[in-house]
């Protein structure tokens, strides 16, 4: 049950009044998340610029979304992990390989790579060594792509930690 009421832009004050009204003038409608977050403009912004920021990654998408399973697939957040395996089933991506991200592996050993990587961002950063960062540039990932899977576990622990805090869940 939401903790938090779904803000429109009417309802909503200030900056996320704005926010809210942008959104709704150029998508026709916003999802839960977004309604609920218009409680905090800072982390409304924030989510929006972060979001937008991302899509210019130069990281693949369907890794992208496969480190977001691993990573929604520890955190909790069911809504999170609904849109995420969505988004990897509209790329093309087996259930199989949705499943191994589930489990926080690929049968891919490059991709198990970068998704072990994102678990280790999320879980325990200070653990990364050069080693591995070595071993990923060895699979051919650059720096910037290394440096996305920080922003995609980044958008996540957003995400799932604010739906878990206001208590959405898939339905709502």
């Known amino acids: 049950m939401p903790r938090f009421s779904r803000l429109t832009p ?40 972060l979001s937008k920021a991302m899509r210019r990654a130069k990281l693949d998408r369907k890794i992208s979304e496969l480190i977001s399973i691993a990573v929604q697939s520890q955190q909790g957040c069911g809504m999170c992990l609904g849109s995420h395996i ?22 891919i050993p490059a991709i198990a790579a970068m998704i072990r990587l994102g678990l280790q961002v999320y879980r325990e950063p200070t653990s990364i060594t050069d080693v591995e960062i070595d071993e990923l540039r060895a699979f051919g990932y650059s720096d910037r792509e290394i440096a996305d899977v920080v922003g995609v576990v980044s958008l996540n622990i957003l995400t799932g930690a604010f739906n878990l805090v206001a208590g959405l869940t898939p339905g709502d």
């Open 10 to 49: 009417s309802s909503a004050v200030g900056a996320s009044r704005e926010l809210l009204g942008e959104l709704v003038e150029r998508h026709g409608t916003v999802g839960d998340m977004v309604s609920t977050m218009a409680h905090s403009p800072a982390v409304l912004g924030g989510y929006l610029q």
């Open 86 to 107: 969505e988004a990897a089933r509209s790329l093309g991506l087996s259930e199989d390989a949705i499943t191994a991200a589930q489990q926080g592996t690929s049968i």
